[in-house]
């Protein structure tokens, strides 16, 4: 055989050992991407169970934490009528208990022993039962604070009583500022013109109004925006209750002073263009975000919790935080009228076993609420705990997946040097 047939039989014989080798690197590719496509088959069906588990135990984590937000405010409830409960048999200075109350009757001769006021006045024109087109000065006016209101018990309007002061407690209420303008006039050099208006009223009685009275003009007033609770017959304002972190009322609230007030059927009616009736208007201006506590302890603990002021069932008042009312209750000149005037349920000696009953079976609930609320925590705790750990697990395998993912890719890498370096090894050939 001539040397160039010897030399075509080699190069055949090399090339056949490339395209063998070539067909090797060919087939462990395929094999290598076809184990790693069935192992990362695998690695995501292992991390879709993962992520099954995961949304199962957030699902649940939600449930629960509803759930305790339901305990939270079932027992903010129940010690708030704990807290009324303690209230209305609680015991005056004296260690007896309190049965006092304060009829519309004693509120009008409480205003009567002011002397002639601007609400005095007006109180004695609808007692003579005359009529707003006999006098159209008054025909704007709604009433007096005083009257505009009841509250549930004495020590209660004793407290809101003496917060607002006789000043608003004597304050005439008008619609519109035409209505309070036209209350009282004055001549070019701004002095009052005593024959007509109020004090017009007051001379043909033979009387002098002293000094300066109150009015308050809803027109001009702020309303309140947050709106009332639906299908509460006293269409309380939908505000907020101070609660802990973990949903808890601060120990002894007893709630706002706006919502606490009761009003008659016509007073809750809209008496002003926002659409509130006297709660929303008149009596947010005169208490805003005022909170009601049983004692002056509690409502030092609850300092932080406090917006716009507080009182105390036992004298204590807090016009806003730093500004602290001191030494002893005066005798409050003028006070709101109680829900019960002869007869309360909450304070008459019939009524005190039953009461006691009552709050033995709202401490009951409220031990049952506490130990639900308990066991429902420990649950957060071991759900949580378990999502944990999953979410870890999901870390550590999208981890391990990319740390695969990159030696995939370094062995292609590789695969793909070696086969340049057998086709360069081919054209060098």
């Known amino acids: 055989m001539d040397d160039g047939a010897v030399c075509h039989a080699y190069d055949e ?26 192992e990362m088959t695998i690695w995501e069906d292992d991390l879709r169970q993962l992520g099954t588990k995961v ?71 609808r007692r003579r039962n005359v009529q707003s087109t006999q006098i159209p000065i008054i025909q704007d006016v709604i009433g007096v604070v005083a009257l505009l209101g009841k509250v549930e018990d004495d020590l209660l309007s004793r407290a809101l009583s003496e917060y607002l002061g006789r000043e608003n407690m004597l304050a005439v209420v008008c619609k519109s500022r035409v209505g309070a303008e036209a209350l009282e006039h004055y001549d070019h050099s701004g002095n009052v013109i005593t024959s007509i208006g109020l004090h017009g009223l007051a001379s043909a009685q033979k009387a002098k109004i ?41 120990e002894g609230y007893m709630g706002y002073a706006v919502n606490m007030i009761k009003l008659d059927h016509e007073e809750l009616c809209p008496s002003a263009s926002s659409g509130n009736g006297l709660r929303g208007t008149l009596f947010f201006n005169l208490f805003s975000y005022l909170q009601v506590y049983k004692t002056r302890n509690h409502m030092k603990q609850a300092i932080s919790y406090i917006r716009d002021g507080a009182v105390s069932l036992d004298g204590g ?26 007869t309360s349920p909450f304070t008459s000696a019939k009524a005190m076993p039953s ?3 009552l709050r033995l079976d709202i401490e009951e609930k409220i031990v049952k609420k506490k130990e639900e609320k308990e066991m429902l925590e420990k649950q957060i705790y071991r759900t949580r705990d378990k999502l944990e750990r999953l979410k870890n697990k999901i870390e550590i ?8 993912e990159a030696r995939k890719n370094v062995m292609l890498e590789n695969f793909q040097q ?3 370096l057998l086709e360069n090894h081919e054209q060098s050939d």
């Open 13 to 38: 014989s090399t090339a056949s050992q490339s395209q063998i080798s070539n067909q090797i690197m060919l087939n462990e590719v395929k094999l290598y991407i076809e184990g790693f496509m069935s």
């Open 55 to 125: 949304k199962k135990h957030e699902d649940e984590l939600r449930k629960l934490e509803t759930n305790k937000s339901e305990v939270n405010k079932s027992l903010s409830d129940l010690e708030r009528d704990l807290n009324k409960c303690t209230f209305s048999s609680k015991i005056d200075g004296k260690g007896m208990p309190n049965q006092s109350s304060h009829s519309v009757e004693d509120t009008l001769e409480e205003i009567k022993r002011q002397g002639t006021t601007a609400a005095s006045l007006w109180l004695d024109l």
């Open 210 to 250: 002293n000094g300066r009275f109150r009015v308050i003009c809803l027109e001009d007033t702020r309303s309140y925006e947050g709106g009332f609770k639906v299908g509460d017959p006293q269409k309380q304002l939908i505000i907020e209750d101070p609660k802990s972190s973990d949903g808890i009322l601060p």
């Open 317 to 342: 008042m807090l016009r806003r935080k730093g500004v602290i009312e001191c030494g002893n209750r005066d005798k409050v000149p003028v006070n709101f009228p109680t829900t019960s005037a002869k």
């Open 355 to 357: 009461l006691s009953h």
């Open 397 to 404: 395998k999208k981890k391990e997946l990319e740390e695969r």
């Open 418 to 420: 070696q086969g340049l």
